[in-house]
């Protein structure tokens, strides 16, 4: 991600990724990348941004309200948070549960290493409690999740057709098919 808003963006961009297996593959990417957690004092030694980017993040945490509240000692005035977490509420999701399962997997959605899960408005109340306000949401199509290409009935859909349904049905129904909700957020 962050390679691809540095080459398409001109922007500088700085990561902090607390495994340092991850942080080494960034930098050798030519990412400038601080290995650890966002905290006050690193903020303190980096200085404030115009966004701070959560991509897959806060699934991941404890206590992600925490996260955001110190996000804020990161933002310039007129700063943003971007967040991009994945949604429960998917079809996919809703159909097993409907079935009796919430089974964990390597990846994706029901990724065994996630802490908590979102549905969009879980996600916006969220990132409220931490004194943002949400500016924009958008939800993901997830064309090469597997779940989507995977499972009946969308697996009987040819390829290009089933990628022109799930754009279409992740605009049209975000919180049913859109795999990922991706929400921009200004303080209050």
Not at 135 to 157: E, F, K, S
Request: contains cysteine; glycine residues 6%.
């Amino acid at each position: 991600m962050t390679k691809i808003l540095a080459d398409n963006c001109q922007t500088e961009i700085v990561g902090i990724e607390p495994d340092s297996a991850r942080a080494e593959l960034a930098k050798s990417r030519g990412v400038n990348v601080y290995v650890g957690r966002l905290t006050s004092e690193l903020i303190q030694m980096i200085g404030v941004f115009d966004v701070v980017l959560f991509a897959d993040v806060l699934e991941h945490l404890p206590n992600p309200q925490s996260l955001l509240l110190t996000a804020r000692e990161a933002l310039r005035p007129h700063g943003s948070i971007v967040v991009s977490v994945p949604n429960v509420a998917h079809w996919s999701v809703r159909v097993d549960l409907i079935r009796g399962r919430f089974q964990y997997q390597p990846t994706g959605i029901m990724d065994a290493t996630h802490l908590r899960w979102f549905s969009a408005v879980s996600a916006k109340s969220l990132i409220a409690s931490a004194g943002f306000r949400v500016t924009a949401y958008q939800a993901t199509a997830g064309t090469t999740l597997l779940d989507n290409n995977l499972r009946r009935p969308m697996r009987w859909l040819p390829a290009q057709s089933r990628a022109k349904f799930l754009r279409f049905a992740s605009k049209r129904w975000p919180t049913l098919f859109g795999c990922q909700h991706i929400l921009k957020a200004e303080m209050v």
